[in-house]
């Protein structure tokens, strides 16, 4: 009975990668009368753990392709800001290239085929249907960023104006500064985050 709960679960869970990836159907070899029968009640047990299987080997083969794509991209220390730019955790990138992880989602892989795409022109599998959501999550992101870029400018006029008003002298951090100092670090941080800054280049 135990068993029989495991594999139904399983079931649910491999279910919904074939309705999120429908031309896994064509890899797992389901007929469609057949896929639709076991969508409505549940294919036998040795079935299951068939299409378990060649989706665990799918995945494997398609981690290798990214991993040898990702060593020649990305050096060891660049991995976070690789990770943050592809929209995965360093931790889960790391354990791609070390050969740790050896088949992640669909949903990862997905997103690391799509960015070696728009980089290298990296061959997207066939069952990546998440390149348009990819793109459209891509343009908010860079929208959002454009915002708080504007946003910062003005306040990074604004504060060289207040350069220009009469400076007083004050104590902060056990040293006398004057607003002028004060502002100049302010202007300076604000440089660091939004101009210096390569994420946004």
Do not use: C
């Not at 869970?13 to 409505?40: S, T, V, W």
């Not at 592809?86 to 790391?94: A, H, N, V």
């Not at 998440?130 to 504060?159: M, P, W």
Request: charged share 35%.
């Amino acid at each position: 009975m135990k068993n029989e709960r495991k594999l139904i679960q399983k079931w649910n869970h491999l279910k919904r990668e074939i309705r999120l990836h429908p031309l896994l159907a064509y890899r797992l070899g389901i007929h469609i009368n057949d896929l639709q029968k076991y969508f409505e009640t549940t294919p036998p047990d040795a079935e299951i753990l068939r299409i378990e299987k060649v989706i665990f080997e799918d995945r494997a083969y398609k981690t290798l392709r990214i991993r040898d794509e990702l060593k020649k991209l990305i050096g060891y220390r660049e991995v976070p800001n690789f990770a943050s730019r592809i929209g995965i955790s360093d931790t889960k990138l790391r354990a791609i290239m070390e050969g740790k992880d050896m088949s992640p989602s669909y949903e990862i892989i997905n997103k690391i085929e799509i960015y070696l795409h728009a980089i290298t022109g990296f061959t997207i599998s066939i069952e990546n249907n998440n390149s348009e959501t990819y793109i459209d999550q891509e343009l908010d992101r860079l929208s959002n960023q454009t915002v708080d870029i504007g946003l910062a400018l003005i306040s990074y006029k604004r504060d060289i104006k207040e350069l220009r008003k009469p400076r007083e002298l004050f104590y902060a951090d056990n040293k006398i500064m004057t607003t002028a100092g004060l502002l100049i670090e302010k202007l300076e941080n604000l440089k660091e985050t939004f101009i210096d800054n390569p994420d946004l280049k």
